[in-house]
Structure formats: C-alpha cells, structure tokens
C-alpha cells in the first residue's frame, strides 16, 4: 500500500512537471513571437530610416554642387555689382604686390608685438619665481653663521663665507 501510494504521489509530481514544462514551453513561444514581431517593427524602422538618410544625403549633395556651380558662376562674371562704369576690377601686378607687402608687414608687426608680450610674460614669471624662492628661504629655519663655517672647516672646504668677498684679502678660518 504504501508502495503504491509512493508510485501515486510520483505519478502526480510527473504530471505536474510535464505541465509546468509545457507551460514553460507555451510562455517561451509566445515569447519569440512577441520579440519577432518587435524585430520585424525593427527592422522596418531601421529600413525606413536608412532610406530617409540616402535620400538626404542625395538631396545635401545636388545642393552643394548647385551651390559650387553659383559660387564659380559668380566669380566668373569678374565685375562687381558696384562697377557702375564697366572699369576693370582686376589688380594689377603692382596693386598685388602693395597688398602682398601690407600683409607682410602687419604680419611682422604681430609678431613683433606678441614677441614683446612673451619677454614680458617671461620677465612677471621670472619675479614671481624670485619670490616664491625669497618667502621659501625666510621661511626655512636659519642655521647660525658660526655653525656653517664649523660645518665647512669639517668638510675641509674653509669657509664658504669668504671665498667671494675680497679676492686679495687672505682668507679667514674660523
């Protein structure tokens, strides 16, 4: 009996695990066709957009060249809307060369003046530098004179105090 009550109660937990796998297998599939059809939208989107941007991309191109050709047409006509009495508008040679010497010579001046600018940016940097050492050294301890040239006598270098004073005035050791 108990047997057969064990065989029941497994045929039950079979059956409840085929169904739940079919329900499993059922959600799956009505899961792929949601997602297709979300791929298809998709994909028809994708195909839409891309087409848009071919045809933009057409439509941008036409326009430049368009607007290359009125630009070359415009500076073929030569005369200027302001040429009332049909004079030439053309430079001449020495016209160029003035024009090319102008731009020549504020092109020195500009870089003349950002010269002085840099010497002078260079010289506020080197003060700035001067300071920022000057504040470093007052605020480092001081050590004693009388300790210093003790510390050179034992280094055997004499004093460091005198070496730069008097060249003809003999030199002191402590």
Not at 132 to 142: F, G, M, S
Request: include cysteine.
């Amino acid at each position: 009996m108990e047997e057969e009550r064990r065989r029941r109660l497994s045929l039950v937990k079979d059956e409840e695990a085929k169904e739940a796998h079919e329900r499993e297998v059922r959600r799956q599939h009505r899961l792929i066709a949601v997602l297709e059809a979300e791929e298809a939208r998709a994909r028809a989107y994708y195909e839409y957009e891309f087409q848009n941007n071919l045809r933009e991309r057409r439509d941008m191109k036409e326009a430049e060249q368009e607007m290359r050709l009125f630009v070359l047409e415009s500076k073929g006509q030569g005369g200027s809307k302001y040429d009332v009495g049909g004079a030439s508008t053309k430079k001449s040679t020495k016209q160029e060369r003035r024009d090319e010497l102008k731009k020549a010579q504020a092109q020195k001046l500009v870089r003349e003046r950002e010269c002085k600018e840099m010497l002078a940016e260079d010289d506020l940097a080197m003060a700035l530098r001067t300071e920022a050492k000057k504040a470093e050294q007052l605020a480092r301890p001081r050590r004693p004179v009388a300790f210093m040239r003790l510390v050179a006598i034992a280094r055997g270098r004499g004093s460091f105090l005198f070496r730069n004073r008097d060249r003809d005035a003999p030199r002191r050791l402590l």
